[in-house]
């Protein structure tokens, strides 16, 4: 078996992903146990070097991953619960006051700071008795005024405080295929929120301790934050957010336009620390050594000890521990003359870092730093024979290109749903410039800084110029749209699938158009058939348009109301898969123009962060049709960040125009993209496809002209939607005169109907909405009530839950069931909620 260690970490990486599934789950000892009898089997099988020892020993090695997994996984619990002797549902919510130190560095965002915290002593509620344990949790605290931020900005990591607040659990996926914090933090080994409520609830009890790591990395928060203000003196202030990012992996003043950019056209790896700076840093060290005349074997040796310090300094995520570990692994065997495989080297490095943290297994940066160095290494030589271009830096650039696009595809649709197809000429054009022109640039001039500041300013000067222009060709390049693919989000087994339908076409490939200097085996013919080239392509392209629509034979229909808080947002899918978009939810802000200190850096919108991820998730490449019911804040908010990423056929509103910021950006967006603007007008149908009809209730008024309204409530299109013969009711914010006005006018009151099956209550369930009357006329099987978790309006309202179980009519809230989903066939109808128990 050639290169065995790439096959032992192989091998420990499916054992520890197997370990992650929620198909099969160990007890703790039994899981130690097997873990501990593999190595110890393929420790022996290997020392008595049997025949075939290393195809016994993977098998072995999956099996210790798998049992070593579940014994750290089943390990990662919360000592809360046990040493108060309750569970969690009675924890979460209450008041809490813990004393321990701060484990990370404390980031200070608008009215907010935040910081990782380990608690040694803890006390619930009103008791006095404090409870001894070790737990790590997040802290949120909520500055009250522009003096706190100050404060807050005093605290360090090791600091031993003393924090007050409510004790809660992290939110899970409130939505299908949403993003879970709590298992998110769970993998950080958090299970508990501390929210705080001013930064005097946060008081110092004593000086932290600074031995051992604990000081290193007190250090390194200290260097990193010195630097990071050093260089807002060297650059440009529109530039230096992005050297920090580059220099020492500070993202925290990135501007996030700059970010979305960047991501829009996959280059965020760019931003990410990772083997490029190291390989730049070690190129500047060693410069710097051959001129202070050290010995090859001292240079070497210096590199190896300064790997460390470089690490910390650009924060330790996973990509530049990568990078650093093989690195000094790299180095040492140079100095040895021992190992010279770059594959065996990370296939060390990864699983050394999967036995320090089998966590890291989930996280992207490791995911894509491991995969495309792995794919560099092992197929970049052969891609370079096989490109027709006779210089070789452009063949060898090609090659790099080629492959890690190629490797980084899957994983970057999984995890984003997005593709550009200019990703490949943003890569081949930016790569080279930032890694041999701006980053070298950007060190030097931060160096020149520490030595001398204005030589420094000079050089940064020059520096910014340049990447002020690479910037503006970014921006020029991202603006150009059509070319961006939204993916939904693959299964592993179809991204396996890929890897090896690739594999085997590199390899058919490689063996039909070799170099001449190519010898077949013996007993072959001379040049091999061109077949297994067409087949390993056709089936790479098979692949590819069933992974971008792996729906479209389906004919069952879904209507899915979304979780976005306090307001609205419903997808419905057609039989013929096409998409409708009922409101967008949007975030609310009270904010006045004195509390501007407020404002966060990338502040959480619920169209960008939730609305526009979850339909890119679902593979939605179209909205078809988005209806607006009314032009509110909480229902057409995030409908803006929709506009812009997502190709909208026509808009349907109720044919006014509210004054405000809001719905003004949203129509110019419309009418600049080229979207049909459609008032609904009562009696209006829309037949979206043979199975789907929708019918306009609401508004009455006729009028062509677009009218001015400042109350939108009573304005709110109302509509039927019929999908196979299921009736569901969509009633936006009506209140009781609208509602009064439907159930008077004729078609509604001289026309029989049956029960409706879905009825979407009116405004959040507010008492103003969903009379007795409006719901006799519509006896609804199920009520969905969108609404937000502890929302200070008070909805859902007694009267109308009153009203609902006075008409024996069940009703499903969002903030208690999360997302809804109801699915309809010709011989099906059932609805699923994403929380079922919380």
């Not at 083997?275 to 190896?304: C, D």
């Not at 993209?673 to 019918?695: H, M, N, Y």
């Amino acid at each position: 078996m050639r290169r065995p260690l790439l096959w032992y970490a192989v091998a420990w990486i499916v054992g520890a992903a197997a370990a992650g599934s929620a198909w099969f789950v160990l007890p703790r000892p039994a899981s130690l146990w097997i873990a501990l009898g593999a190595v110890m089997a393929a420790a022996a099988i290997w020392l008595c070097k049997l025949p075939r020892a290393n195809m016994l020993v993977v098998p072995l090695l999956a099996a210790a991953a798998f049992g070593y997994g579940e014994w750290r996984d089943g390990r990662n619990v919360t000592a809360i619960v046990d040493a108060a002797a309750t569970d969690t549902g009675a924890l979460s919510g209450i008041e809490a006051t813990a004393l321990g130190r701060i484990v990370s560095p404390v980031d200070v965002d608008g009215d907010r700071a935040s910081f990782e915290f380990e608690a040694h002593e803890l006390r619930l509620g009103d008791s006095g008795t404090p409870i001894a344990l070790r737990e790590r949790m997040r802290v949120n605290v909520r500055l009250l005024a522009q003096q706190e931020q100050a404060a807050a900005r005093q605290f360090e990591r090791t600091d031993r405080v003393e924090v007050s607040g409510i004790l809660l659990r992290p939110e899970p996926g409130r939505n299908f295929g949403g993003f879970d914090y709590r298992e998110y933090l769970r993998r950080h080994h958090i299970h508990w929120l501390l929210s705080v409520k001013g930064i005097a609830h946060v008081e110092r009890s004593a000086a932290g301790s600074q031995l051992g790591t604990d000081r290193l990395l007190l250090w390194s928060d200290r260097l990193r934050a010195a630097l990071a203000a050093k260089m807002d003196s060297i650059f440009p202030a529109d530039q230096s957010g992005l050297m920090k990012s580059m220099l020492i992996g500070w993202q925290e003043d990135m501007d996030p336009e700059q970010y979305r950019q960047f991501s829009k056209l996959g280059l965020t790896h760019i931003l990410a620390i990772s083997g490029m700076n190291v390989a730049i840093f070690l190129g500047l060290l060693f410069a710097v050594l051959k001129r202070l005349r050290l010995t090859r074997e001292s240079t070497l040796l210096v590199g190896i000890a300064a790997m460390p310090g470089y690490v910390l300094l650009t924060g330790a995520s996973p990509s530049i521990v990568r990078a650093g570990i093989m690195s000094m692994m790299a180095l040492y065997a140079a100095r040895r003359g021992w190992l010279k495989d770059g594959l065996h080297l990370a296939a060390l490095a990864a699983w050394a870092m999967l036995v320090w943290e089998p966590y890291y297994l989930y996280d992207v940066g490791f995911q894509l730093t491991f995969a495309i160095t792995a794919a560099l290494l092992a197929g970049v030589p052969r891609i370079a024979r096989l490109l027709p271009i006779r210089k070789e830096a452009l063949r060898q650039a090609a090659a790099i290109t080629i492959v890690s696009q190629l490797v980084s595809f899957p994983i970057t649709v999984y995890y984003f749903n997005v593709f550009s197809l200019l990703s490949w000429l943003a890569n081949a054009l930016f790569v080279p410039v930032f890694g041999t022109l701006l980053f070298p640039a950007s060190l030097v001039s931060l160096l020149l800084g520490l030595v001398w500041m204005p030589l420094g300013r000079v050089s940064g000067a020059l520096t910014g110029f340049l990447s002020r222009w690479t910037l503006w060709a970014i921006d020029r390049l991202a603006a150009v749209d059509g070319f961006q693919l939204i993916w939904p989000t693959p299964s592993p087994l179809w991204i396996a699938a890929y890897f090896a339908t690739l594999a085997l076409l590199l390899a058919a490939l490689t063996r039909r158009f070799a170099p001449r200097d190519y010898e077949p085996p013996p007993g072959t013919a001379a040049q091999p058939s061109v077949w297994p080239v067409a087949a390993c392509a056709a089936a790479l392209a098979l692949l590819l348009v069933y992974g971008y629509t792996p729906d479209r034979f389906s004919r069952t229909a879904t209507v899915e109301f979304l979780d976005v808080g306090q307001g609205d947002a419903a997808l419905i899918r057609t039989p013929s898969r096409k998409y409708i978009l009922v409101d967008g939810g949007g975030t609310l802000s009270f904010r006045k123009p004195v509390d501007d200190w407020k404002e966060r850096r990338n502040p959480f919108e619920v169209g960008r962060s939730v609305v526009v991820p979850l339909l890119q998730q679902r593979g939605v490449h179209k909205l078809d049709m988005v209806i607006a019911t009314h032009e509110d804040q909480d229902h057409i908010g995030g409908l803006q960040a929709v506009a812009e990423q997502i190709p909208i056929g026509r808009f349907a509103f109720n044919g006014t125009l509210k004054p405000g910021a809001t719905a003004e950006r949203l129509f110019r967006t419309l009418l600049d993209r080229g979207v049909s603007l459609v008032p609904a007008r009562r009696g209006s149908v829309w037949q979206a496809d043979a199975e789907t009809k929708l019918t306009v209730l609401a508004p009455g008024e006729n009028s062509e002209k677009l009218r001015i309204a400042d109350k939108q409530n009573n304005e709110s299109v109302a509509f039927t939607l019929e999908l196979y013969g299921r009736r569901f009711l969509f009633t936006g914010d009506m209140e009781a005169p609208e509602e009064e006005d439907i159930l008077h006018s004729p078609a509604v009151s001289t026309t029989p109907t049956a029960p409706i099956d879905v009825m979407k209550i009116a405004h959040h369930g507010s008492k103003t909405s969903t009379t007795s009357a409006w719901l006799d006329r519509w006896r609804p099987q199920l009520a969905v009530i969108s609404v937000g978790a502890r929302n200070s309006y008070g909805h859902p309202s007694g009267v109308v839950l009153q009203r609902l179980w006075t008409a024996r009519i069940p009703a499903v809230r969002t903030d208690l069931s999360g997302g809804v989903r109801f699915v309809v066939a010709p011989q099906q109808f059932r609805f699923e909620t994403k929380l079922k128990n919380n």
